[in-house]
């Protein structure tokens, strides 16, 4: 019997092209396996598309579910946000793929698992890492840090030359990654920053702001123990939730992000992001986290939130420290229940209303109607014991001397500073 090499396979251009060179390169077979974690896709088609060309078998697995309540939802609960705006969206599924891939290469008796991840991505490392967690005695194979060919353009050549179908037009080849959660779009004129993003062209899930209604639109999310749990009132489950959302933002315009973000290699790249119904939970998430959680807690969060998106989009998922931020994070999502109601308008999300249980918001404290709980007077020793170090150093740098006479007429005392 042949070797077995697994091949992650999406059935795009990079692992339409893989299957029939990994066959010229390696006498082995070639098992196809499509995770699914949400991509709009014809599985029955791309696994046909396989077996055309050349694979000896082909998997689908249908991991949405699991993706979601334990990948995306640890994510949104820390509230990880890679370089102030990219949501983590292909970052997240790598992890799970990676590991569904090492379940087949086990049940296949494979040596090897390949994957179409470039040299100069980050999904190479997020793949390699989450391999080596698995399987650390399975060969890696990535094609793109061995062959020859250099572009998208050659790959297109590769296949003509061997009457092998292109599996997309010429003319909209951006490189994408679709998922549940979000897609990508990298390539053509986003590889100059200084041009604007062809959004009518781009765009999949989401529509330009300027082409979304002229009407605003609110929506209600409920979260319990900050997972999300219900929309409009209505409860769902993870992947309907996120579904539900991305048509109710899409179609809004809201989660587009252009970023210019470091890559784990070390270079600067350049997407284009659609997250909108991430970008509706992200933003009522930490509205609810404003009500339920104290200063300090939140304040040592945000450090969390954002080692969390470094270490996700790093591709350490399967590593103790990412185990130790969640459960740091899960210890603080207790409290964090309630409904959020927020505003949508032309690509922009405002908060329209938040009720917890579990609110810090003590209409006795905070109004300005005072209350029995607060004291105004009060504040004059907390500011006074809370400003010490700042007089101390006043005293010291003006030089206080004996004999300063106080607005109210009483004799200020030395400042007492040594030397």
């Known amino acids: ?55 000896s078998a082909c998997y689908v697995a249908d991991v949405k579910k699991e993706y979601v309540e334990d990948y995306v939802w640890p994510a949104l ?34 040596v090897a698992i390949a994957h179409g991840a470039t040299g100069k991505g980050n999904d190479q490392v997020r793949f390699d890492l989450g391999i ?63 041009n604007e993003p062809n959004l009518e062209r781009m765009l999949k899930m989401t529509l330009p702001p300027e082409k979304a209604p002229d009407r605003a639109e609110y929506v209600e999310v409920e979260f319990e123990k900050g997972i999300p749990v219900a929309v409009n009132g209505k409860g769902m489950d993870g992947v309907t939730l996120i579904k539900t959302l991305n048509k109710i933002g899409g179609a809004h315009g809201v989660g587009i992000v252009d970023l210019v973000e470091n890559r784990v290699v070390g ?17 009522a998430h930490q509205e609810l986290e404003h009500l339920c959680l104290d200063r300090q807690t939140y304040s040592f969060k945000q450090m969390v939130s954002q080692k969390m998106a470094e270490v996700i989009y790093g591709g350490l998922w399967f590593t103790p420290l990412r185990e130790a931020l969640s459960a740091f994070v899960d210890s603080t999502q207790r409290t964090v229940t309630g409904t959020v109601r927020l505003k949508l308008y032309k690509g922009s999300i405002s908060a329209a209303g938040t009720k917890s249980p579990y609110s810090l918001y003590n209409t006795s404290i905070a109004s300005f109607t005072t209350g029995e709980l607060y004291n105004h007077a009060d504040a004059k020793g907390f500011i006074r014991l809370y400003g010490l170090p700042v007089l101390v150093r006043s005293l010291m740098e003006q030089g206080f001397v004996k004999g300063t006479q106080h607005i109210d007429g009483t004799e200020a005392k030395s400042s007492g500073v040594a030397g």
Not at 11 to 25: C, M, S
Not at 141 to 149: F, K
Not at 267 to 283: D, F, Q, W
């Open 132 to 194: 080596m967690a698995f399987a650390p005695d399975l060969e890696i194979i990535a094609p793109w840090r061995t062959w020859d060919i250099k572009s998208r353009e050659e790959e297109i050549e590769y296949l003509e030359k061997r009457g092998i179908p292109v599996p997309m037009k010429k003319s909209d080849s951006y490189s994408r990654d679709d998922n549940l959660w979000h897609i990508s779009h990298e390539g053509l004129e986003l590889e100059d920053p200084a």
């Open 267 to 283: 270079m600067k790249s350049r997407g284009v992001y659609e997250t909108p119904g991430g970008a509706i939970l992200y933003y």
């Open 77 to 110: 609960k820390a509230g990880a946000v890679y370089e102030d705006k990219y949501l983590l969206g292909t970052s997240t599924a790598r992890p799970l793929i990676a590991k569904v891939l090492v379940d087949y290469a086990r049940k296949e008796g494979a």
């Open 1 to 55: 019997m042949k070797k077995k090499i697994v091949l992650a396979y999406s059935g795009g251009l990079d692992t339409t092209v893989i299957i029939p060179w990994l066959k010229e390169n390696y006498d082995c077979d070639i098992i196809a396996v499509c995770v699914d974690v949400g991509q709009e896709a014809d599985w029955e088609s791309i696994r046909q598309r396989a077996l055309t060309t050349g694979a």
